[in-house]
Every structure is written in C-alpha cells, then in structure tokens.
C-alpha cells in the first residue's frame, strides 16, 4: 500500500516535472543579473574568476550562512556523537604501505589544500575546495593510523578563530564603509595573486574554518565508530 | 568590543546595523566552543548577552526608521546583483521577536534540568563541551530565524532556512534518547526532501525569470509566472518550505520530533520557526505567486492540516504530542487563513500566527515538567496551580473563548471565508467550527483532568518556565485588554505585507530598475 | 518538443535523480539507503540548478582564459550550486553521525525491527514486560532494559550526564 503510494506520488512528480521540461528555454537563459553581474563584476571586485566574485562579493551573505550551516552540521554531529567511549578499541594501523604513502601524501595534499585556496580568485577552486583538501590530508593521515589522535581543541580554535575572522572583515566592512561586507582595498591588478581586495583573506579564512569543520566531523566519526569487536 | 563599534555607528549608517542581529550571534556561535574551554562563566553569559543586544539593535532600528519599509544591500551592491534585506513592520516585529523568545526559553543549565535523572553527574568537561555546543546551535537558530524574518532574496531565505533546520536538527537530537535520534533523523530526511524540491523550485525559478530579488521577481511575475511553470514553482516551493511550517503532507515529523526533543526547543521550534516558515511562503504568495491557484493548493493543504491535526491530538495520549498536534492544527488555520488573500485574509493569518506563537510557546513551557502522559497530569493543580490555571487560560484562548485573543483570530478568518464565499472557502470554514468543537473536547479534558483529585500529583514547574508561561499568559490577558490597538497595529503591519507595488518600489525607488 | 540536445540529455538525467531519490526514499526499508536515496536526489537537484544557467556554446565565466570575446555562461547558478552542495555535505554528515548513534542504541537500521526494537524499549521502561513476539528476529534475545534516564525524555534544555549503552552491545550485532 505504501509501495503503491510512493509511486504514484514519484510518477506525479515525474509527471509535473516532466510537462515543464518541454515548456523551459534551455540553452539560452535569460540571464538577467548574470550578465550584469559579468559586466561590472571585473570592475568592481576584482577576480578575474567571476565565480568567486560572486560567491564572496555579490552574495558573500549566501557564504556566511553556507559555513554557518557547515558549521552547525559538525557541532549537531558533536551532540550526537558525543564524546568517545574511553573503553572502546581502536582499528588497527595499517601496514607499513599504506603508512609510508599516508606520510608522503600528507604535505603534498596540504600544500595543494592551501594552493587552491590562494588562488580561487583566480582560477577555478577557492575556500570550499581547498578546505576540503586540507580536510583530506587528515582523513588521510587517520585512516592509516587510526591511533593517532587529532586535537579537538585545536580544531575548535581554527574553526572558531577562522568563523570569527570572515565575521570580522565583514565588520571591518561595515564600519568602514557602511556596508557589510563591501569589497575592501581595492580590487588591485586583475590576475595577480594580490588582488581582489579582501576576497583572498575571505577565501583563507573559509578554507580554515571548512577544513576544521571536516576534520572535526571525520574526528567525531572516527571515534564513534570504534568497532567493539 | 563589537558593540562599541556597532553603537556610535548606528546613528552614522542607519540601515547598515540591520545585518548585525543575523551576524552577530554567528559570531558568538563560532566562538562559543573555544571560548568555553576558556572560561565557562564567560560563554554561558555571552549567549544572553548577544541575545539582548540584538534585541536592542533591532528595536532602535524600528524606533528610528521603521515608519515606511526600507531595504539594506549588503555590501553595498545594487538590489538585483547582491543580496538584500527588507525590512517592513512585520519584519522587524518578527526580528525582534526571534531574540526575545530565544531569551525567554534559553536553555539554562540549572533551572532546565527536566527529568531528575538528568542532574546526574556525568563528566565535566564533556559537559561542558555539550552546553557550549546547545548554545552555540539556539545562536545559530536565532540568527537563521531572524535572517528568515529579513531576507529579500529567494536563494539567501533557502540558506537561511536550511541554517534553521540544521540547527534544530542539533537541538532535537539534544535529548540523548535513541527515540529522539530516530525521530531526528526521519525529521532530517523530511526536511532534506523538502529542499531538495525547494531548491528545484528556485532552479526553474531562475530559468524563467533569471534573477532571485524578491522584488524583482514580483516585478516579473505577471507575465512570465502567471502560468503553469510558476505554479508548478509554487508547489515545488510550497512544499519544501512548508516542512518547517507543519504543513500537511510534510508534517509527520511533528509529533515524534516535539514529544522527543527538550520542552523548550519544542516550544521554539513550534512557536517561533514554524511561524517564520509561515512568513517566507506568505512573501513568495503575495509577491511572486498571486495567481489563484497558488492559494487554492494553501487553502486545501490547510485545512487537510486542521482537520488531520486537531483530530489526532484528540486522541493523543500524552501531553507534548497533543500540543503538537494542535500546533499542526492551528497552523493549518494560518494557511486557510493567508489563502484568503487581500488585507483581511493577511490581518487574520498574521492574528492567529501570533497568538499562536505566544500559546503555544507558553504551553511548551509547561510541558517542561508536564511531559508524560495526559494520565499523570491528574491533580497537578494541587503542587502547580499557577500553571494549572495558565492552562485553562490558554486553552480558552486556543479554543476562542470571546473574550480572549484567540476569539478575534478565528473571528477574522471565518469572517474573511465567508466573505469571499465559495464552496471550498465554506468547507474552510465549516471545518475550522469543527475542530474547535474537537479542540474544546480535548483541551478541557485536560483541564479537568488537572484539577482531579490524586494523592501523588507529578512534580511542581521550575519558577522559570513557570516565570515564563505567566509573562506570555500577561501579554495575553492584556492583548485582550487593548485589543483595538492590536488590531489596528497588526492591520497596518498586514496592508505593508501585502503591498507588492509598495515592496517593488521600495526595492527599486523611480523604476530605474527594470533593466531587461 | 525538444530534440535531445547535450542539455536535453542532463535534463532527463537531473529530473531522473530527483525521482529515483524521491522514490527510494519513500520505499527502502533501511535508514542508510534512504540516506543513499536523498544523496541521488539531491544531486538531481544541483543539476537542475547548474542547468539554469548553462548556455550554448559559451565558455566558463573565467577572465584571462581563452577568447575574452566569447560570450560566457551564467555565472549566479554555479555560484548557488556551489552552496547547495555544500549543504548537502553538511546534512549527510550530520546524517551519517546520527545513523551511527541509532546503531550503537538499537544495534540495527532496518526499519521494521528497529520499530519493534523501540516498542520493546518503551515497554521496558514503562515496567511493563515486552510481549515476546514483538521482539524481532526469531531467536534473538530481547533488548536489555535501558537505564530509566536514557529513555525518559529529559525534560528541559538541562545537563545530561553521557547517554549509556547496553553493556552487550556487540552481542546485538548481526
């Protein structure tokens, strides 16, 4: 009965959808704000990664809710998970291979991590996803020695400090300027790394705070998952 | 610190200040943990602490320029490139709300205790970690909200909304139980769905008109949404934030999630998120969806919800699940009542959401210790007769007893149905008489249930919620006492809310704007 | 009617996920595949979003790459995609650490017998004794009684010591 509910809801739905399918103009949006924003973005803001300058100027407001929202998921994970049993049994480490190459990849994955968030005005890449390769360098480093132990409280200072610094530079904005989050500084030369005004520090700081968010979720996973067997 | 530059500035930069009451508790919400390892007494005090000021930040605004509405783009780009806030009576009233309640139902460390097992000494600093991580998730609730109550952009309320439901996911789950973690979980999944269709809604949005302002939208509205791709948007869009909103087909997570989470994040959750859910779909219906068929697929949502609502909690066995039930109910009211449309329609959903609002928050406060079953509330007017009669008053006001609030409020929604008179408007009305039959049934069973005579009555209220149920139980009596300037109020806050031309040319000022 | 066209195809492929999703969320019996079910669905979605914003032989909205002439897709809906993935991250992290709470309690994630498993539960608590048939899978013991304050709904916001676990957790595992 529920089976048969489900679909005819799902062949509904499919059904609505699929009527505005043919009704849409695909190919060619109307593109209203984009191609304003493409027009006067450059002048500006300052990125030659237009992308970025949306993400951190034009709707920088969206980016604070997305890593307030990051943010809540790992402290809602931390709640649930709690803290870790102190009985409970670790996985073992993993063979000599897998911890020589979690060794060897650790810097480079971190250099790579903080490269794509120095450059996300620039190129495609920016806070979100060198945090998340920042991020991937400790799951690295945990999943091959699961022993080893990441500071919690560190992780809370960097997430916590690097929240604070993206709150702050939109502050520094608003008393400055009048605006929250206003493009500070100038946009600067277009393509060099330098540029852009306050979008790199922007980029930094969420590159920090998301790679601790991660780390922090993947810790709090970690330790819950300790198999008992 | 931040106040010290924040205060000076608000007389310089006017509406600039307005984003301080969504950022600044993001602030102290991304400080809260590390601050906690530092020094307790400093993060318990910093929640409150910002709570009031953004209380006081909010009402200076609306003393200062809250006359007509006014818009802040933030970072200082023009309407439809950035994002924008808008701020008209209702806003701000609901802006201010959001911190004052989040303060009247803080979670304290000590008076909240609810159960007795829940003092129980467990270790320190995990403790404390938890506490930092409760008040860091209200200050995430409390910004999201607000954020909810002032954004003008259709992506900026979907980031918001979801901030809300993250949020309150992390508050449910506070509880510990296995049964709240399930029902956590079944309530994240619901409410994942639902923005998964919000979100397709806001695509096809944005294929259609290419742009996510608010008032833009409106402005394009007539010609390239009033068809069936728009209402199919609406739909998409009703639903997904209708979650939040204990709208009908997405409201199984209600229940569970109420008698499972803490009293007093149920009493935020139904009283305070709900209600702001209920606003952001009142703005896409007046702004972008005026069509008639989005508000016919409200009504019959609506009043699917009042009926299935109000006759489930009738045969609720415990306390927290009949109040939630009744909350579906009365919010189900809410929707038949912003379906009628017009200034009345708007005037009488905005009553009921209010009064809603005040009551059943206050209920929820009762429910901090009232949280068995109906059964065990036998002769708790002889440990707790304040709260006892608390209730009977709210459950007056509830039902619509003359001459209380609730009386009006459901006044001005039957009024409005039977004016506009069609047969679905008077299947509303009819059932909306029904279940207030069925709410007095079940509300004075409990009533009377509470002054029964029981040798072993369950245990007394905390003075706090008590505190707080009494102080909104005395906003209610003295609603009804100055009933005439409400309503005048609430109807001056209504005609802005349903001012599209007004939104419009406040958002674009002279019309320069119609770029296209 | 539209030919299928490079954007037809993703088209059909966005709508797709979104079903399947809403499908197998509705109809799979077990919590961590409805989880995998929304994870289809929200993809669908972000699609759909990515999609609003593709056009026509135009290139990525990148200055200093390749023809400054060349017109360029819109660039708002990538930048909003971008946030809705991260959401999503965001939720099935939180989603993932829940499923693993409720196994660590219920030793189970199958729908049926973790309803059974959670009548058992209020059963115990309550005093009453759990009908043996209610308890799932033939031969399987009947759950421990959990300690009355983890089951008891804490009423208010209050302190809670940490939750406990049935010391025979790994017994309970299939």
Known sequence: MRNLASLLFAGGLAFLLLTLLSQLAFGTPPMRVGSEILAVAPGEVGAANLVTAILLGYRGFDTLGELAILFAAATAAGVVLGRRRDDARRDPPGGEVLRTGADLLFPLLVVVGFYVIAHGHLTPGGGFQGGVILAAAFFVALLAQPARHLSHGLILWIEGLAGAAFILIGIWALVASGDFLAPLLGPGRMGELLSAGTLPLLSLAIGLKVGAELAGIMAHIADAEAPDT | ?516 | MMSLTLEGVVLIGALGLIVIGALGMAISNHLFRMLLALVLAESGANLLIVLSGYRVGASAPILGFGDPTAPMVDPVPQVLVLTAIVIGVGVQALAVALLLKVYRVYGTLNVRELRDRMDADVATAAGVEADASQDAPAGERPLPPVPAHASVGSGGFGRRGPVPFPPQSDERRP
């Open chain 2, 1 to 516: 610190m931040i106040s010290d530059l924040a205060v000076p500035n608000l007389f310089v930069a006017q509406a600039g200040q307005l984003v301080l009451p969504v950022v600044l508790p993001l602030l102290a919400a991304f400080l809260m943990q590390p601050l906690a390892r530092v020094s307790t007494a400093l993060a318990r005090g910093l929640g409150p602490l910002v709570l009031i000021l953004c209380a006081w930040i909010t009402a200076q605004l609306w003393i200062q320029l809250g006359d007509a509405p006014f818009t802040l783009a933030i970072g200082g780009f023009a309407p439809p490139l950035g994002i924008l806030f808008y701020a008209d009576g209702i806003a701000l009233l609901f802006a201010l709300a959001v911190p004052v309640f989040a303060l009247l139902f803080w979670p304290g460390s000590e008076s909240g205790g609810g159960a007795g097992a829940d003092s129980r000494p467990g270790s320190d600093q995990a403790d404390r970690d938890q506490a930092a991580r409760r008040d860091a998730l209200v200050l995430l609730l409390v910004a999201a909200t607000t954020g909810l109550a002032l954004s003008g952009d259709l992506f900026n309320l979907y980031v918001f909304y979801e901030l809300a439901a993250v949020a309150s996911f992390g508050l449910v789950a506070l509880s510990g139980t296995g049964r709240a973690q399930v029902a956590t979980f079944r309530y994240l999944m619901i409410s994942a769905f639902g923005s998964v269709l919000a979100l397709a809604g806001i695509a096809i949005l944005y294929m259609q008109t290419g742009t996510l302002n608010l008032g833009q939208l409106a402005q394009l509205a007539p010609e390239t949404l009033n068809n069936p791709i728009g209402s199919a948007a609406f739909a998409l869009m009703l639903i997904g934030f209708g979650v939040k909103a204990e709208l009908f087909p997405v409201n199984t997570w209600v229940p569970e999630v109420y008698a499972g989470a803490p009293a007093r994040v149920s009493a935020l959750l139904a009283g305070l998120v709900s209600k702001l859910a209920v606003l952001v779909i009142v703005r896409l219906l007046v702004l972008i969806f005026p069509q008639p068929e989005a508000a016919q697929m409200l009504l019959v949502l609506g009043v699917l919800g009042v009926l299935t609502g109000e006759f489930a909690a009738w045969r609720a066995k415990d306390f927290p699940r009949m109040l939630a039930f009744s909350s579906i109910g009365q919010l189900g009211i809410v929707f038949v009542a912003f379906s009628i449309g017009g200034e009345i329609g708007l005037l009488a959903g905005l009553a009921v959401a209010l009064h809603h609002l005040i009551v059943k928050s206050a209920l929820f406060g009762l429910a901090v210790r009232w949280n068995g079953s109906l059964e065990a509330l036998a002769g708790a007017a002889r440990t707790s007769p304040l709260g006892a009669a608390l209730f009977v008053l709210f459950a007056l006001s509830l039902v619509g007893v003359p001459p209380l609030p609730g009386f009006w409020a459901k006044l001005t929604v039957i009024v409005g149905l039977a004016e506009r008179g069609t047969p679905l408007d008077i299947t509303a009305l009819m059932s909306i008489l029904l279940v207030t039959a069925v709410e007095a049934s079940y509300l004075f069973r409990v009533a009377i249930r509470l002054y029964q005579d029981n040798p072993d009555p369950v245990a007394r209220h905390a003075r706090r919620d008590l505190g707080v149920s009494a102080l909104l139980g005395a906003v209610l009596v003295a609603a009804t006492l100055g009933l005439r300037p409400v309503a005048d109020v609430l109807g001056a806050g209504a005609a802005q809310l349903g001012d599209r031309a007004g939104y419009i040319e406040t958002v674009f000022p002279s019309h320069v704007a119609g770029k296209d």
